[in-house]
């Protein structure tokens, strides 16, 4: 009876289920280089040009928002795409979306509805903060262990979407099982649908039974590490990095609240004029629930609602910009007043830079430089909606070569360094699998250069913030304090006057904690140099 619902067959091509599986290299290299040249990825065994010759047909059987998410995680795993939909500045609308699944899988569904958008939000997001642990119980169940690793990635994906949903989005099973083997057998082949219904129908009896393979916390050090990396779904080098500062419960506490649905804030634009009570008057009529910040003026909190403030418009007119009060609080920390020269070092895309462009009442100028001329694009675009563009002034350089060859000095200097993103693990679900602890070496030198270099930039008695959006000591305390033996000239101005009490460590630096505060973390160090 489903079967009517199809408007064609979907799969037409043959399958060959008896040719072995590619192996995973050669699969990966092939689905990248596919999507640096925009082609179809090559999602089963039967490799790129079954994706290509198959009919491009409307399928209604498929539920649109696992189709999408599916074909989602696989962009993203491969680089092409970002986990959440606001990091491709609103463009993660249903067409798009719907378009990758017809390039990529051959067919497209229904269009998507806003409770698809919703569902594919969440199944994606959830999927990959879940990565680890939703492996750790797709490898228990499967007959063929080594088959794991040479999975289809696309088979991969189905699985994820499918255990995410039974383990922790507590769908109804029946329909879970039913719609992920719809769509493995629809966009891969009927075996792939049986191997996805074999295994999903294996979790449902064991989480019925409540004999899910759950690892144990036990042992040393590294296996409760392990253990623990599994159990939240973290890289193992980031566990054991935060028992070693903070503590097993902290730790524990830290990744509960990665793992959490974030919530975001938004900054009414007072560059165009627009105050929080307007803000809030426009929240009231799109019906989006929240919270005023207890710590920033212009600042509200949103849990849910994102989409109805993007799909209105807000942010392309400039009304409000999304800003998280932890960041908020480092222009607070800067505290730019009307008439100053200020240098944000590291601006693009933008976000302390509008906000600091904000507060000059149109006078006075924030230049931006950054070496990524497409953020600094989208830097100077925003600032045109925000109508702030006026006070600032864009240079694409690298900021060493810039601050060897520029005499002027400013009032105040911003170093929004380059930094690890630990304190943003919430926002940016895939973040954690992306960053090794080699990257956090390299990125400690990079700092240290940027920040000689940002030191170079202010004047006599002016100001100096240094800041990143991390909570690793060692980008943070440690790179001041190194700062500070090679440069004498500097001191600590501790923040008190600029942020509330909580926010402020021992050593008068501005600190957001995620368990502490419910905010990203973010980190900033007030400088001054000697007149
Ligand atoms: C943390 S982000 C800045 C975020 C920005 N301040 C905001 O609030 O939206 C760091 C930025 O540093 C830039 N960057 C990295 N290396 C740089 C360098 N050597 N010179 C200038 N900019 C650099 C990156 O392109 C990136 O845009």
Not at 178 to 199: C, Q, S, T, W
Request: with cysteine; charged share 25%; aromatic share 6%.
């Amino acid at each position: 009876m489903a079967h009517a619902l199809s408007l064609a067959v979907t799969v037409s091509v043959r399958t060959q289920e008896g040719s072995p599986f590619p192996s995973p290299s050669k699969s990966l290299k092939h689905a990248k280089r596919s999507l640096r040249q925009n082609k179809p990825v090559p999602t089963s065994r039967r490799g790129r040009d079954s994706a290509i010759h198959r009919p491009q047909k409307l399928n209604l059987e498929v539920s649109p928002h696992r189709a999408v998410s599916a074909v989602r995680l696989m962009r993203i795993e491969l680089g092409g795409a970002f986990a959440d939909l606001l990091n491709e500045r609103g463009k993660g609308s249903g067409d798009n979306e719907m378009g990758y699944v017809e390039r990529t899988l051959g067919f497209r569904t229904r269009d998507l509805d806003d409770r698809d958008l919703r569902l594919v939000t969440d199944v994606v997001g959830g999927t990959i903060r879940w990565r680890r642990f939703l492996d750790h119980l797709i490898l228990s169940l499967c007959n063929d262990k080594n088959g794991f690793s040479r999975m289809e990635p696309l088979l991969l994906q189905i699985l994820r979407i499918g255990f995410y949903e039974i383990i922790k989005l507590n769908m109804p099973a029946y329909a879970v099982v039913d719609e992920n083997v719809r769509l493995a057998k629809v966009a891969l082949r009927p075996g792939a649908g049986n191997m996805v219904n074999g295994i999903l129908r294996k979790l449902v009896l064991l989480k019925d039974n409540n004999s899910l393979p759950i690892p144990k916390v036990e042992g040393d050090d590294r296996l409760q590490a392990r253990a623990l990396a599994t159990l939240y779904s973290h890289p193992v080098w980031m566990v054991r990095r935060w028992t070693k500062y903070l503590g097993q419960e902290d730790t524990i506490r830290l990744m509960e609240w990665n793992n959490s649905e974030p919530s975001f804030s938004l900054r009414a634009n007072s560059g165009r004029g627009v105050t929080r009570a307007d803000l809030v008057k426009q929240l009231d009529l799109l019906e989006v629930p929240y919270e005023l910040s207890l710590t920033m003026d212009d600042f509200v909190r949103i849990k849910t609602g994102l989409q109805v403030v993007i799909q209105a418009g807000m942010l392309k007119e400039g009304k409000c910009a999304v800003q998280d009060e932890s960041a908020g609080m480092v222009v607070s920390v800067l505290d730019p007043q009307p008439g100053e020269s200020i240098i944000d070092c590291c601006a693009a895309p933008g976000g302390k830079t509008l906000f600091m462009a904000s507060q000059l009442c149109g006078q006075g100028v924030v230049s931006a430089i950054d070496i990524n001329k497409g953020r600094l694009r989208i830097l100077r675009e925003t600032a045109k909606l925000h109508k702030v563009n006026d006070v600032i002034a864009t240079i694409h350089a690298d900021l060493r070569d810039f601050a060897e060859s520029n005499p002027h000095k400013s009032d105040k200097v911003l170093l929004d360094t380059p930094c690890s993103g630990l304190g943003v693990l919430s926002k940016r679900a895939d973040l954690r699998w992306n960053k090794t602890l080699e990257d956090l070496e390299e990125l400690k030198t990079l700092q240290d250069e940027l920040l000689d270099a940002a030191s170079s930039l202010v004047k006599p008695g002016g100001v100096l913030v240094y800041c990143t959006c991390s909570i690793d000591p060692e980008e943070n305390e440690d790179r001041v304090a190194t700062f500070l033996l090679r440069h004498p000239e500097f001191r600590v101005d501790p923040v008190n006057k600029y942020v509330p009490e909580s926010f402020i460590t021992e050593r008068g630096f501005y600190n957001s904690n995620p368990i502490k505060h419910y905010l990203d973390g973010a980190f900033a160090a007030r400088l001054v140099r000697a007149l």
